[in-house]
């Protein structure tokens, strides 16, 4: 749709979820249900009697107010700067939903948390939520669904795990196949054990797709994916919580999944942290001020 808007007016700028799509990120389906987000633009009134012609009803355009900043160009159509387009991000969508946004720029684009912050520095209540999304954001989530179930986990205060961890750790293979995870999670007791977690998002895709699938029948894909854990407790996982993403979305079945696996849970007054060291990640370069 905003390629079609385009095409009837060139001076269109346009910004939040619809310029972070245009930009190539992912961006979960239920951002775009407020309709089209432009930059507000009182140079080119036209623009708005394009749009409310061309609306009928079918979708809401919501306007953006524009300071002026510089502007980019992806897929044919006018779009805010990377910085700017995470920042509109963080300020119109739950952080559940711009976490997604921000993981994917992080990973294709080449911005900087120095320009967020500066992009976001006169916009009232930007600084709260950039700086949160900042400490969270991490662009080793290798697809949406990752980074939304992230989301929750931080969301209802679990434990964070480290993010796409290879099997065997020492890089030889061995008698083993490499085998990567999606979440992992150390965790040590009171009494100085410790006990490894993995969890894996699973999807239909999974099953399914052709391109996923490689010509296996669901059975052998069953079997391969036992062969894959039996392969993993013997690289001394203690235990592998798997999940599918309505599971996710619907929260409490997620939420007992990890509970009954033993990943700490932290409630009001205390903070949710990474069981690993923080990562140190070269676009991330927060600023400390």
Same mark, same amino acid.
Request: aromatic share 8%; hydrophobic share 40%.
């Given at each position: 749709?905003?390629?079609?808007?385009?095409?009837l007016?060139?001076?269109l700028?346009?910004?939040?979820?619809?310029?972070?799509?245009?930009?190539?990120?992912?961006?979960p389906?239920?951002?775009?249900?407020?309709?089209?987000?432009?930059?507000?633009?009182?140079a080119?009134?036209?623009?708005?009697a394009s749009?409310?012609?061309?609306?009928?009803?079918?979708?809401?355009v919501?306007?953006?107010a524009s300071?002026?900043?510089?502007?980019?160009?992806?897929?044919?159509?006018?779009?805010?700067q990377?910085?700017?387009?995470l920042?509109?991000?963080?300020?119109?969508?739950?952080?559940?939903?711009?976490?997604?946004v921000?993981?994917?720029?992080?990973r294709?684009?080449?911005?900087?948390? %120095?320009?967020?912050?500066r !992009?976001g520095?006169?916009?009232r209540?930007?600084? =709260? #939520?950039?700086? $949160?999304?900042? @400490?969270?954001?991490?662009?080793?989530?290798?697809?949406?669904?990752?980074s939304?179930?992230r989301?929750?986990?931080?969301?209802?205060?679990?434990q964070?795990?480290?993010?796409?961890?290879?099997y065997?750790?020492?890089?030889?293979?061995?008698?083993?196949?490499?085998?990567?995870?999606?979440?992992r999670?150390?965790?040590?007791?009171?009494?100085?054990?410790?006990?490894?977690?993995?969890?894996?998002l699973?999807?239909?895709?999974k099953y399914?797709?052709?391109?996923?699938?490689?010509?296996?029948?669901?059975?052998?894909?069953?079997h391969?994916e036992?062969?894959?854990?039996?392969?993993l407790?013997?690289?001394?996982?203690?235990?592998?919580?798997?999940?599918?993403?309505s599971?996710?979305?619907?929260?409490q079945?997620?939420? %007992?999944?990890?509970?009954? !696996?033993?990943i700490?849970?932290?409630?009001?007054? =205390? #903070?949710?942290? $990474?069981c690993? @060291?923080t990562?140190?990640?070269?676009?991330?370069d927060?600023?400390?001020?």
């Amino acid at each position: 749709m905003a390629k079609a808007l385009c095409i009837l007016d060139a001076d269109l700028i346009f910004a939040g979820p619809t310029a972070a799509q245009l930009y190539g990120w992912e961006v979960p389906f239920s951002a775009h249900r407020r309709g089209l987000f432009t930059v507000c633009s009182s140079a080119h009134p036209a623009s708005r009697a394009s749009i409310v012609q061309l609306n009928k009803g079918a979708w809401r355009v919501i306007p953006i107010a524009s300071d002026g900043e510089h502007i980019d160009e992806r897929n044919g159509c006018h779009v805010t700067q990377a910085a700017r387009t995470l920042v509109d991000c963080a300020l119109l969508l739950p952080f559940v939903l711009a976490l997604v946004v921000w993981d994917s720029a992080f990973r294709l684009t080449q911005v900087s948390a %120095t320009d967020v912050l500066r !992009a976001g520095q006169r916009l009232r209540g930007a600084r =709260e #939520r950039i700086d $949160r999304l900042l @400490e969270y954001t991490d662009p080793r989530s290798d697809n949406g669904g990752e980074s939304f179930t992230r989301a929750v986990m931080i969301e209802q205060g679990f434990q964070i795990p480290e993010l796409q961890v290879w099997y065997p750790e020492n890089g030889n293979s061995g008698a083993h196949r490499r085998i990567r995870v999606d979440f992992r999670w150390k965790i040590v007791g009171r009494d100085g054990s410790q006990r490894v977690v993995v969890g894996e998002l699973d999807g239909r895709e999974k099953y399914e797709n052709p391109e996923m699938t490689h010509g296996r029948s669901a059975i052998h894909v069953a079997h391969d994916e036992s062969q894959r854990e039996r392969e993993l407790y013997d690289c001394h996982v203690d235990t592998i919580v798997r999940f599918d993403f309505s599971e996710v979305k619907a929260r409490q079945p997620f939420i %007992t999944k990890l509970m009954k !696996a033993g990943i700490p849970r932290f409630y009001r007054g =205390e #903070r949710n942290k $990474r069981c690993a @060291e923080t990562v140190v990640f070269p676009h991330i370069d927060k600023v400390n001020e």
